[in-house]
């Protein structure tokens, strides 16, 4: 038998690169993979045996939490899309733009738990003279030019408004709200429902409902055009 010289002696690199070369290695060696120590970062080192079986576990434990966290929002999803075919078949009961106004923010206030509901028509409408939760503005109006942009594309806007914005909105109570959700209904007006709580509407939340919403409710009020 030949002497081992420092040429033939592997390094570490080079077992790793060949292990890396034969992932199935140890199903030959089983010995090894009970022998073989692996140091974590917390508590004291393991054998590879430990060390795979704490890593399945942990993904174990992800992939329920990613399961529960899927589950939680499909049923929020279902709620969410209940309340809004109620809401449409609600608005599209009502006889006036009055009362259509009235049931939007009757249910934005009830089953969106909405605290602070706000609604803003370019056009008067009959009955609603001392609805406290409308303001009645023309389209043209220069009080509306923070809210040009936003009523152009049509896109809900979630999260901390501008102060001009929200000064418009809510007015005395503006010290009231931390995060808004807006809903822009070009040709119609705007839909905001304000919340003390600023986690509850913020940049980025799924919007697809509220736009749903505003599609209900723009149609209910055509009704009455003219």
Request: aromatic share 6%; net charge negative.
């Amino acid at each position: 038998m030949g002497v081992m010289n420092d040429h033939d002696k592997l390094g570490a690199h080079e077992v790793a690169a060949w292990l890396r070369r034969h992932p199935r290695f140890l199903q030959q060696f089983p010995d090894l993979a009970l022998s073989l120590v692996v140091p974590r970062e917390e508590g004291s080192a393991a054998s590879l045996a430990s060390y795979q079986l704490e890593v399945l576990r942990d993904k174990n434990r992800e992939l329920s939490r990613r399961l529960q966290e899927l589950f939680g929002n499909a049923q929020e999803n279902e709620r969410l899309s209940v309340r809004t075919h109620q809401l449409t078949l609600a608005l599209m009961r009502q006889t006036s733009a009055a009362d259509t106004l009235r049931a939007m923010a009757a249910t934005l206030a009830e089953d969106f738990n909405g605290e602070r509901v706000r609604l803003v028509v370019f056009q008067s409408v009959a009955g609603l003279d001392d609805a406290e939760w409308l303001q009645v503005i023309s389209a043209d109006d220069a009080r509306l030019q923070p809210f040009r942009d936003c009523l152009a594309d049509g896109e809900p806007l979630c999260g901390r408004l501008q102060p001009e914005k929200h000064a418009l909105l809510y007015g005395d109570q503006a010290d009231q709200v931390q995060s808004t959700a807006l809903l822009p209904l070009p040709g119609v007006g705007l839909v905001a429902v304000g919340s003390r709580d600023p986690n509850r509407f913020f940049p980025g939340m799924g919007t697809l409902f509220l736009r749903m919403m505003g599609e209900s409710l723009a149609t209910a009020l055509k009704r009455f055009e003219g």
